[in-house]
């Protein structure tokens, strides 16, 4: 019996990826409120045109992480989908850190 698609190890790893992608989206954005800066160039200058359209892209990348976890077959990109997740937890549990230290 084929296994439901929600239930599927990597769908799971890439519907928390996407979560964690949003958290990082929202935790950002009331860091740099409160004068942190955006590491990344690219969302620095998305966030300096205007924060609803970092927050937008956030959310594009999210649906398109949840998404493409049809086309994920190969072990390599599995792995890198790992990596990703992993990062991710990393950053956000940073951010929430420096959150909290506010």
Known sequence: MKQSIWLQPQFLICLVLAVLNMMDA?????????????????????????PVLFLAIKLIFSFLIVWCR?????????????????????????????LISI
């Open 26 to 50: 929202s935790i950002t954005h009331v860091l740099l409120q409160n004068g942190a800066s955006e590491l990344n160039p690219l969302m620095n200058k998305a966030y300096g045109y205007h």
């Open 70 to 98: 049809t086309f994920i077959v190969h072990k390599h990109i599995r792995k890198l989908t790992m990596v990703a997740f992993l990062i991710y937890l990393g950053v956000v549990t940073w951010q929430t850190f420096l």
